[in-house]
């Protein structure tokens, strides 16, 4: 699960023995899915937008990092090789939480003081998820 303006990263596991040409990452639209972001590179990140990925051929791991992320995104993903099956997980996108105007102050004269704030997720700087996908 995700919040609207933030990211998420999927991790993908794939067979090493397989040595795949290249990896992907797509959206599930019933029986198709729409190619997001691919790469033939390994141990380099690859963008395509909001969409970046990163092969650790060494250990055999896809990521695919997701950034500002909105209700829209909400749906079933899948990343595999072009010689394995594929794997697939589900990503739930919430809106931001309402913003509340409270400030809350503890300290003593000559200490510390502690203040927390609560204000909209998309005032802040970005906060990832993230999911392991199964073999």
């Not at 995700?2 to 991790?11: A, I, P, Q, V």
């Not at 919430?94 to 300290?107: A, H, R, T, W």
Request: proline share 4%; net charge negative; with cysteine.
């Amino acid at each position: 699960m995700g919040y609207s303006g933030e990211g998420t990263l999927f991790t993908c596991k794939y067979q090493k023995e397989s040595e795949p040409n290249s990896l992907y990452f797509c959206r599930s639209s019933g029986s198709d899915c729409d190619e997001l972001i691919k790469t033939e590179a390994e141990d380099k990140w690859r963008n395509r937008g909001r969409f970046s990925l990163f092969d650790y051929s060494t250990a055999a791991v896809l990521r695919v990092l997701i950034t500002e992320l909105t209700v829209e995104d909400a749906g079933r993903y899948q990343c595999g090789t072009d010689k394995d099956s594929s794997t697939s997980a589900d990503l739930n996108v919430q809106k931001d939480l309402p913003f509340e105007k409270s400030i809350s102050v503890i300290g003593r004269a000559g200490g510390g003081v502690d203040i927390s704030c609560k204000y909209p997720q998309s005032h802040r700087t970005p906060s990832f998820s993230h999911f392991q996908l199964p073999l």
